[in-house]
């Protein structure tokens, strides 16, 4: 049988420390097929570059540098060779540290810029601790010349017509020498900045690189065996699933399983490429496989959480009569890159989701500026501390009698905004975030367990 090519991407917990990192270069080692490898940064690290750059006082920002110095040292000391790659490792750590000390105004384009160097520092440990465990040249590569995007930094769009392109031209002779080690979330737009991909976005890197390479298969490995029924760390009674559909999958992963980042299945889909999702911890456990089509196609598959939710209402007082209402609104919130989840309307007002946590989504959360230009022509009230739930499975919006025993078992709750019909994929419901938990068990063990 001719070779498989398999793309395999591993993620920040898999990252965590050397012996994490062992973990994986045993499952690559096992493995000749996997040739391209694509790391995130190790865990904690993007959450704590998203608190530097958050941070307006220096003294914070090189105390949150030196946590990350120290954390990567650590790292650096236990492989066999660590003189390798030293000098690299502590030039990079110097450049962190004295972008942390100036103080900078954070333009998005220097946020992206620093987020970078979590994937770059772990790439080029893991691409030396590779080549020591397998005994094979393991080649570090620098993404941001193959992931070409537009200039959206923080949320760049894939050019994925310029990355197949480089992809050949770039990768391919390399792949003939060796594997590649090469880091997710980050690419370049046309004048070389540095963009990021969105929070989690290194599954969609794989995703990128698996297109562009022409991969058979693309592996997910991370922290838990497989996408469960739901978060396994919410509701330990949750299900591995086998088999799971790219719509289904897609589906959960917007709202809110951060198991694999919304995005991942879009290349998948379009080459027909099939993922695995596994743990770097337990490989020998069965995962999860996403094809196009899946064999079973339960009404109730999986149920998803999505904290840190926000409700934004806004009512016209004209809006019966006048045209453009809905229009202005969302120029409003476009103008300041506010990205809207969920709407619904009546003829008086409208609501909307927001997500409101800058660690889960990266995204610019609502402020008063944008509030002052929304009330100039609506009222608008907000409410905040709630979450997303969301039923995922298939034919949701075309099973009679499904609302009637979902909402039954919530009767105590009360529950802030329906969506149902707009996907047959999914029935989602905002609650408060104290009872979400609670309602996540009762519906998983009425719908999926029983
Ligand atoms: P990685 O760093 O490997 O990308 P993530 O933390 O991004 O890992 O994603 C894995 C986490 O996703 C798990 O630890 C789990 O808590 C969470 N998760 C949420 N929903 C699900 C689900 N349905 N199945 C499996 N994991 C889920
Ligand atoms: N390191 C990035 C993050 O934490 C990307 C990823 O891990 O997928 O969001
Ligand atoms: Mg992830």
Sequence with gaps: MPDLRKVAKFGGTSMADSAAMRRCASIIKADPDKKIIVVSATAGTTNLLTDLIAADDADTRIEIAKTIREKHLKILKDLAQPEKIEDIIISLLDELEIIAARTQIMTMMLKDEILSFGERLSSIIFSRLLSEESGEPAIWFDARTVIITDNSFGNAEPDVKAISVKITKLVEPLLLKGRIVTQGFIGSEKNGATTTLGRGG?????????????????????????IYTTDPRIVPNARPITEISFDEAAELSVFGAKVLHPATVVPAIRKNIRVYVGSSMEPDKPGTWIVKESRDKPVIRAISLRK?????????????????????????LSDHKISVDLVTTSEVSVALTLDSDIHASGKQKINDEILAELREFAEVEIESHLSLIALVG??????????????????????????????????????????ATDVIRVLHDKFIIS
Excluded at 216 to 225: F, G, K, Q, S, Y
Aim: proline share 1%; aromatic share 8%.
């Design 202 to 226: 290194s599954d969609y890197s794989a995703a990128l690189f698996a297109e562009g390479s022409d991969a058979d298969v693309l592996e997910i490995w991370t922290d838990v065996t497989a």
């Design 308 to 332: 840190d939710q926000t409700l934004l209402t806004v009512h016209s007082l004209d809006m019966l009569h006048r045209h453009g209402f809905l229009a202005r609104l969302f120029q409003v």
């Design 394 to 435: 298939n034919n949701l919006d075309a099973t009679a009698g499904l609302s009637g025993p979902v909402f039954g078992a919530l009767e105590n709750v009360n529950i802030r905004m329906i969506c149902h019909g707009a996907s047959s994929h999914n029935l989602c419901f905002l609650v408060s975030e104290n009872k």
